[in-house]
Protein backbone atom coordinates (compact mmCIF):
# COMPACT_ATOMS: atom_id res chain seq x y z
CA UNK A 1 0.00 0.00 0.00
CA UNK A 2 1.20 3.43 -1.14
CA UNK A 3 1.50 5.75 2.01
CA UNK A 4 1.11 8.83 -0.31
CA UNK A 5 -2.41 9.53 -1.67
CA UNK A 6 -4.88 12.22 -2.79
CA UNK A 7 -8.21 12.42 -1.95
CA UNK A 8 -9.98 14.74 -4.87
CA UNK A 9 -13.74 15.64 -4.72
CA UNK A 10 -15.52 16.30 -8.08
CA UNK A 11 -18.72 16.45 -10.16
CA UNK A 12 -19.18 13.54 -11.97
CA UNK A 13 -19.49 14.90 -15.14
CA UNK A 14 -16.48 16.97 -15.23
CA UNK A 15 -14.16 13.16 -15.10
CA UNK A 16 -16.12 10.89 -17.06
CA UNK A 17 -12.89 8.86 -17.18
CA UNK A 18 -12.35 8.43 -13.44
CA UNK A 19 -16.28 7.84 -12.98
CA UNK A 20 -15.71 4.80 -15.03
CA UNK A 21 -12.55 3.85 -13.14
CA UNK A 22 -14.47 4.16 -10.17
CA UNK A 23 -17.72 2.12 -11.89
CA UNK A 24 -15.45 -0.56 -12.29
CA UNK A 25 -13.14 -1.23 -8.64
CA UNK A 26 -16.54 -0.78 -7.19
CA UNK A 27 -18.49 -3.48 -9.64
CA UNK A 28 -15.17 -5.73 -8.32
CA UNK A 29 -15.44 -5.51 -4.74
CA UNK A 30 -19.06 -6.13 -4.90
CA UNK A 31 -18.86 -9.27 -7.17
CA UNK A 32 -16.02 -10.15 -4.50
CA UNK A 33 -18.50 -10.18 -1.62
CA UNK A 34 -21.06 -12.16 -3.78
CA UNK A 35 -22.98 -9.17 -4.53
CA UNK A 36 -24.50 -8.23 -7.69
CA UNK A 37 -27.66 -6.55 -7.29
CA UNK A 38 -27.52 -2.64 -5.79
CA UNK A 39 -29.31 -0.09 -6.98
CA UNK A 40 -26.93 2.18 -8.46
CA UNK A 41 -24.24 -0.60 -9.22
CA UNK A 42 -24.08 0.73 -12.98
CA UNK A 43 -22.54 4.03 -14.02
CA UNK A 44 -25.77 5.71 -15.34
CA UNK A 45 -24.81 8.49 -12.38
CA UNK A 46 -21.49 9.56 -14.01
CA UNK A 47 -23.83 11.79 -16.47
CA UNK A 48 -26.05 13.48 -13.74
CA UNK A 49 -24.58 17.18 -13.10
CA UNK A 50 -26.49 15.98 -9.46
CA UNK A 51 -23.80 13.69 -8.70
CA UNK A 52 -20.46 13.98 -6.74
CA UNK A 53 -17.44 11.92 -6.21
CA UNK A 54 -14.40 11.52 -3.87
CA UNK A 55 -11.94 8.67 -4.90
CA UNK A 56 -8.93 7.86 -3.54
CA UNK A 57 -6.21 7.36 -5.59
CA UNK A 58 -2.57 7.48 -6.07
CA UNK A 59 -0.75 10.84 -6.92
CA UNK A 60 0.00 10.11 -10.41
CA UNK A 61 -3.90 8.77 -10.87
CA UNK A 62 -2.94 5.45 -12.22
CA UNK A 63 -4.26 3.74 -9.54
CA UNK A 64 -7.72 4.03 -7.46
CA UNK A 65 -8.51 3.06 -4.11
CA UNK A 66 -11.41 3.31 -3.23
CA UNK A 67 -13.80 6.37 -2.59
CA UNK A 68 -17.86 6.92 -2.14
CA UNK A 69 -20.63 9.18 -4.59
CA UNK A 70 -22.82 12.10 -3.11
CA UNK A 71 -26.47 12.13 -4.83
CA UNK A 72 -28.27 15.03 -4.45
CA UNK A 73 -31.66 15.44 -4.71
CA UNK A 74 -32.37 16.91 -7.56
CA UNK A 75 -35.90 17.10 -8.20
CA UNK A 76 -35.42 14.58 -11.11
CA UNK A 77 -34.15 11.27 -9.64
CA UNK A 78 -34.51 9.41 -6.60
CA UNK A 79 -32.16 9.30 -4.11
CA UNK A 80 -29.99 5.42 -4.08
CA UNK A 81 -32.08 4.78 -0.52
CA UNK A 82 -35.10 5.46 -2.07
CA UNK A 83 -34.71 2.97 -5.07
CA UNK A 84 -33.17 0.87 -2.61
CA UNK A 85 -35.71 0.63 0.38
CA UNK A 86 -38.81 2.19 -1.20
CA UNK A 87 -40.53 -0.95 -2.09
CA UNK A 88 -40.10 -1.95 1.61
CA UNK A 89 -41.29 0.92 3.07
CA UNK A 90 -42.83 3.77 1.43
CA UNK A 91 -42.31 5.65 4.23
CA UNK A 92 -38.91 6.67 3.04
CA UNK A 93 -40.13 8.88 0.26
CA UNK A 94 -41.66 11.48 2.37
CA UNK A 95 -38.68 11.10 5.03
CA UNK A 96 -36.05 12.35 2.32
CA UNK A 97 -38.70 14.69 1.05
CA UNK A 98 -39.11 16.33 4.34
CA UNK A 99 -35.29 16.94 4.35
CA UNK A 100 -35.00 17.47 0.03
CA UNK A 101 -36.37 21.56 0.42
CA UNK A 102 -33.46 22.60 1.94
CA UNK A 103 -31.06 20.48 0.28
CA UNK A 104 -30.56 16.95 0.76
CA UNK A 105 -28.03 14.17 -0.78
CA UNK A 106 -26.85 11.24 -0.06
CA UNK A 107 -23.59 9.49 0.19
CA UNK A 108 -23.34 6.18 -1.30
CA UNK A 109 -21.10 3.46 -3.27
CA UNK A 110 -18.75 3.33 -0.64
CA UNK A 111 -15.71 1.06 -1.30
CA UNK A 112 -12.05 0.48 -1.18
CA UNK A 113 -10.08 -2.38 -3.06
CA UNK A 114 -8.21 -5.35 -1.14
CA UNK A 115 -5.36 -3.55 -1.04
CA UNK A 116 -6.05 -0.83 1.10
CA UNK A 117 -8.51 -3.08 3.14
CA UNK A 118 -8.47 -1.63 6.95
CA UNK A 119 -7.14 1.62 6.47
CA UNK A 120 -10.60 3.35 6.81
CA UNK A 121 -10.56 4.49 3.06
CA UNK A 122 -13.65 3.15 2.10
CA UNK A 123 -15.26 4.20 5.34
CA UNK A 124 -14.06 7.08 7.55
CA UNK A 125 -11.68 8.57 4.98
CA UNK A 126 -14.17 9.02 1.95
CA UNK A 127 -17.33 9.63 4.62
CA UNK A 128 -15.35 12.69 6.04
CA UNK A 129 -14.39 13.70 2.52
CA UNK A 130 -17.61 13.80 1.51
CA UNK A 131 -19.45 15.27 4.27
CA UNK A 132 -16.65 18.29 3.85
CA UNK A 133 -18.06 19.37 0.41
CA UNK A 134 -21.80 19.31 1.06
CA UNK A 135 -21.15 22.76 2.54
CA UNK A 136 -19.64 24.02 -0.96
CA UNK A 137 -23.06 22.20 -2.61
CA UNK A 138 -25.61 23.78 0.11
CA UNK A 139 -26.43 21.02 1.41
CA UNK A 140 -28.10 20.65 4.95
CA UNK A 141 -28.14 16.84 5.43
CA UNK A 142 -26.89 13.33 4.27
CA UNK A 143 -28.66 10.67 3.96
CA UNK A 144 -26.85 7.16 3.99
CA UNK A 145 -27.47 3.53 4.23
CA UNK A 146 -24.44 1.86 5.63
CA UNK A 147 -23.82 -1.66 6.52
CA UNK A 148 -23.07 -3.12 10.47
CA UNK A 149 -19.34 -2.40 10.36
CA UNK A 150 -19.63 1.75 9.21
CA UNK A 151 -22.99 2.60 11.40
CA UNK A 152 -20.31 3.49 13.92
CA UNK A 153 -18.24 5.73 11.59
CA UNK A 154 -21.31 7.51 10.30
CA UNK A 155 -22.29 8.19 13.89
CA UNK A 156 -18.91 9.95 14.61
CA UNK A 157 -19.73 12.60 12.47
CA UNK A 158 -23.26 13.09 14.12
CA UNK A 159 -25.75 10.87 11.91
CA UNK A 160 -28.82 9.17 13.61
CA UNK A 161 -30.40 5.94 12.62
CA UNK A 162 -34.21 6.48 10.72
CA UNK A 163 -35.96 4.25 13.09
CA UNK A 164 -39.16 5.97 11.32
CA UNK A 165 -38.19 3.60 8.62
CA UNK A 166 -37.95 -0.05 7.86
CA UNK A 167 -37.47 -2.21 11.47
CA UNK A 168 -36.34 0.63 13.42
CA UNK A 169 -33.70 1.57 10.45
CA UNK A 170 -32.78 -1.52 9.24
CA UNK A 171 -33.75 -3.20 5.82
CA UNK A 172 -32.67 -6.84 4.21
CA UNK A 173 -30.59 -5.34 1.48
CA UNK A 174 -28.71 -5.68 -1.01
CA UNK A 175 -29.83 -9.35 -0.44
CA UNK A 176 -31.64 -10.96 2.45
CA UNK A 177 -28.93 -12.10 4.31
CA UNK A 178 -27.30 -8.90 4.84
CA UNK A 179 -28.42 -5.99 6.71
CA UNK A 180 -28.18 -2.22 6.12
CA UNK A 181 -28.96 0.58 7.97
CA UNK A 182 -30.52 4.25 7.19
CA UNK A 183 -28.93 6.72 9.11
CA UNK A 184 -29.13 10.89 8.55
CA UNK A 185 -26.93 13.51 9.34
CA UNK A 186 -29.53 16.25 9.79
CA UNK A 187 -26.79 18.66 10.67
CA UNK A 188 -24.31 18.40 7.71
CA UNK A 189 -23.27 22.29 7.55
CA UNK A 190 -23.26 22.92 11.92
CA UNK A 191 -22.59 18.94 12.77
CA UNK A 192 -23.84 20.31 15.97
CA UNK A 193 -24.20 16.14 17.10
CA UNK A 194 -20.36 15.44 15.92
CA UNK A 195 -17.97 14.16 17.98
CA UNK A 196 -15.88 17.03 18.78
CA UNK A 197 -12.77 15.20 17.23
CA UNK A 198 -14.35 14.86 14.13
CA UNK A 199 -15.92 17.82 14.11
CA UNK A 200 -12.31 19.66 14.69
CA UNK A 201 -11.10 17.61 11.50
CA UNK A 202 -14.06 18.16 9.56
CA UNK A 203 -14.52 22.14 9.95
CA UNK A 204 -10.81 22.44 9.53
CA UNK A 205 -10.75 20.28 6.11
CA UNK A 206 -13.32 23.01 4.87
CA UNK A 207 -11.03 26.06 5.56
CA UNK A 208 -8.03 23.65 3.96
CA UNK A 209 -9.64 22.08 1.16
CA UNK A 210 -6.43 21.86 -0.34
CA UNK A 211 -3.49 20.53 1.60
CA UNK A 212 -1.24 17.84 2.59
CA UNK A 213 -1.90 16.50 6.09
CA UNK A 214 -0.99 13.55 7.83
CA UNK A 215 -3.46 11.44 8.62
CA UNK A 216 -3.34 7.96 10.81
CA UNK A 217 -5.07 5.27 9.80
CA UNK A 218 -8.18 4.93 12.80
CA UNK A 219 -7.29 1.01 12.29
CA UNK A 220 -4.05 0.28 11.88
CA UNK A 221 -0.60 1.63 13.47
CA UNK A 222 -0.14 3.58 9.49
CA UNK A 223 0.19 7.22 8.72
CA UNK A 224 -0.60 8.42 5.61
CA UNK A 225 0.66 11.48 3.45
CA UNK A 226 -2.94 12.41 2.08
CA UNK A 227 -2.84 15.26 -0.55
CA UNK A 228 -6.69 16.89 -0.09
CA UNK A 229 -7.98 18.14 -2.99
CA UNK A 230 -11.73 18.72 -2.49
CA UNK A 231 -12.69 22.40 -3.71
CA UNK A 232 -15.77 21.63 -6.48
CA UNK A 233 -15.41 24.00 -9.55
CA UNK A 234 -18.50 25.79 -11.09
CA UNK A 235 -20.84 25.02 -7.98
CA UNK A 236 -23.59 26.94 -5.80
CA UNK A 237 -25.14 26.50 -3.10
CA UNK A 238 -28.58 26.90 -4.53
CA UNK A 239 -27.98 25.10 -7.06
CA UNK A 240 -30.27 21.60 -5.31
CA UNK A 241 -32.64 24.07 -3.42
CA UNK A 242 -36.23 22.18 -4.00
CA UNK A 243 -37.96 25.59 -4.39
CA UNK A 244 -35.15 26.55 -6.47
CA UNK A 245 -35.43 23.78 -8.97
CA UNK A 246 -39.04 24.28 -8.84
CA UNK A 247 -39.15 27.99 -9.59
CA UNK A 248 -36.55 27.67 -12.65
CA UNK A 249 -39.22 24.95 -14.32
CA UNK A 250 -42.45 27.46 -14.23
CA UNK A 251 -40.31 30.17 -15.79
Not at 208 to 227: A, M, Q
Amino acid sequence: METEIRIRAFRATDDLKTCMKFYEGHKRVLEQHGITKVSTANYEWAYRNSVFVVVVESLDQSKLFGGARVHVADGIHPLPIEEATGNLDPNVYSVVRKYADNGTAEICGLWNSIEVAGYGIGSIFSVRAATVIAQQIGIESLFFLCSPATVRFNEWVGCRVITEVGNNGTFYYPKLDLIATAVLLEDAIGLSKAHPREKEKLLHRRQHLSEVSIEKSPFKNVKLNVHYDLELANVSQNEFKYLNYFDKQAV
